[in-house]
């Protein structure tokens, strides 16, 4: 997505693939044809490291009957002597924003479920919200939702984060809670996030990593641990000899990170030999990761120290796996422990994985989804069809109905997968985490009503956060006034009335009252008379053309 007559960063990343060990590239230059020319040269590449450039390219607004027409950005590679070594196209569409003629500004977060300290960054506390409510942040790139708190990585590589901060995880120096997002101190040039229990990590563009919060299970990979649990470090700090980063990855007290060779080192708590380097000793430093090669990412499945387990992906589209598998959760037929990496059988083509405490998702190349491990509470979005102890369980992989996937992500006892730009979720539900409104678990997968343009998703042990376009459509939004609250919205396609509801939100719930009708050109509306308390509401379509949408205040 393209934001007319506004600059959009791209990081390219070079690696060199020779097959000689030791070997250097002593020449090469990298060339972006597109609306701009750039070129860079790089005068040495040793053989598996990683060079990265930041270029910004202006994108003009296409005449309107151009409008659906992509922009080819080719990126090739050359020699010294001009010969080309590789060449790659890149289609940038245009995607103007729907009755509005002012710039895009970028993604925005939506979250659901948990919200006692903040979680779905909302900017206020709350029981339980089973349905997307938005952020205030806009430019997101990412979204990560750890134990209870939520972090945003934004376009400018820059970092945000609010909820809990018991241990210093929301790295602004201090250990109090924070409702709305606070930025995050000392980082910048950050290309990815991750977070976990009460810690966080980031990777910077020069393969560097930082980590902070709570360090009881080594977790900052620093030489050292806390002696005592919940300890705050508020501010973040490099992890010492670790380079050549080009992803990370974290789950309960364990941190991995994939280098640019395809090799990958992992540290923290390891009860489970989860983190594949044949012990179940702890590691506080980065260590080398066992019978690994070729790597394109790692999932950690765990929450707080229990259940842990690794998923690693390879460049050739199959699966390693190692760690905890009480519940089948490595998908190898049976529930023994590994403690190095073994191959995942029966799966090939895969092109990205998820893994919570145990359970384990994977997508496939063709938009397909498979899931494994425990069951219990439909988390597999299928009926378990076997017993793992007491527990319902998979201890192989099987297909989830979906189809279209473009990802998924696995929280605990609950799943969640964007397809065709919404979300689908199934699995447990007590805290709203499905984001359907209810608070009702589901085997089966289940659309998220709503919320449209999902560009990407993270499932916490009880909410989610996702990024989108705009919000939830048609950004509905309430504020406080004097007296009640103030519901405003953008123009949206259809020419159906509009119909508003209000009720106080508690605990069993009410049933919604009968709605004010207000006509198709209605943008705001005003309602007065009400208690200094928070209410959810609701905005709909009287036909089915809008569906539903949610937003939560306090009255003034």
Not at 183 to 211: C, E, K, N, P, Y
Request: hydrophobic share 40%.
């Amino acid at each position: 997505m393209v934001a007319p007559q506004h600059s959009t960063l791209y990081i390219v990343s070079v690696r060199a693939c020779t097959s000689r060990p030791g070997a250097t590239i002593k020449s090469i230059r990298l060339s972006l044809r597109g609306p701009q020319r750039v070129s860079w040269r790089i005068r040495r590449l040793r053989a598996g490291s990683v060079a990265r450039k930041r270029a910004k390219l202006t994108f003009r607004r296409p005449p309107a009957n151009l409008a659906s027409k992509p922009v080819v950005l080719i990126i090739q590679a050359r020699s010294r002597r001009g010969r080309l070594l590789g060449r790659e196209r890149v289609l940038i569409h245009f995607r103007p924003e729907v009755g509005s003629s002012r710039p895009l500004e970028g993604d925005t977060t939506i979250g659901w479920g948990i919200n006692a300290s903040g979680e779905v960054g909302a900017g206020f506390r709350s029981p339980p919200l089973p349905s997307p409510v938005r952020g205030p942040l806009r430019g997101v790139r990412q979204v990560v939702a750890a134990y209870k708190s939520g972090f945003a990585l934004l376009d400018d590589g820059t970092v945000r984060a609010w909820g809990g901060n018991g241990s210093g995880q929301l790295g602004d120096g201090t250990h109090f809670e924070k409702i709305n997002p606070v930025q995050v101190l000392g980082l910048s040039h950050i290309v990815q996030i991750a977070a976990a229990g009460t810690h966080a990590v980031a990777l910077r563009d020069d393969g560097a990593v930082w980590t902070w919060g709570e360090d009881h299970y080594g977790q900052l990979g620093n030489g050292t641990r806390d002696a005592t649990e919940g300890m705050a470090h508020p501010v973040p700090a490099q992890v010492p000899g670790l380079g050549g980063v080009v992803a990370i990855n974290t789950g309960g007290p364990d941190d991995v990170a994939v280098l640019a060779d395809g090799t990958v080192r992992d540290w923290g708590e390891n009860r489970y030999g989860q983190l594949g380097d044949g012990t179940k000793e702890m590691k506080l430093a980065p260590t080398p990761v066992k019978n690994l090669a070729g790597v394109r990412m790692v999932a950690m499945g765990g929450v707080g120290p229990n259940s842990v387990h690794m998923l690693a992906l390879l460049g050739n589209g199959t699966v390693m796996v190692a760690g905890h598998n009480d519940h089948g959760q490595l998908g190898l037929g049976d529930t023994t422990n590994r403690l190095v990496p073994v191959p995942l059988p029966g799966l090939s083509g895969v092109r990205a994985i998820s893994a919570s405490g145990s359970h384990s998702l994977a997508l496939l190349s063709d938009g397909s989804v498979f899931s494994w491990g425990t069951g219990a509470e439909g988390e597999l979005g299928y009926p378990a069809p076997e017993m793992c102890g007491t527990v319902p369980c998979s201890t192989r992989p099987r297909p989830v109905n979906l189809a279209g996937v473009s990802a998924v992500s696995a929280g605990w006892r609950f799943s969640v997968a964007i397809s065709n730009e919404q979300v689908l979720s199934w699995g447990r539900n007590e805290g709203g985490e499905l984001g359907n409104g209810t608070l009702a678990n589901h085997t089966a997968p289940q659309l998220v009503p709503g919320i449209a343009g999902i560009h990407s998703i993270w499932a916490s042990e009880k909410f989610t956060l996702a990024t989108t376009e705009n919000g939830p459509s048609p950004n509905f939004s309430v504020r406080p006034v004097a007296g009640g609250l103030l519901a405003q919205w953008a123009p949206a396609p259809g020419t159906e009335p509009w119909a508003l509801s209000w009720r106080p939100f508690s605990k069993p719930r009410v049933e919604w009252p009968r709605p004010v009708i207000l006509p198709a050109s209605t943008r705001s509306y005003a309602i007065t008379g009400l208690a200094p308390v928070l209410y959810e509401v609701r905005l709909k379509r009287l036909s089915s053309t809008f569906g539903f949408e949610i937003a939560y205040g306090v009255a003034g």
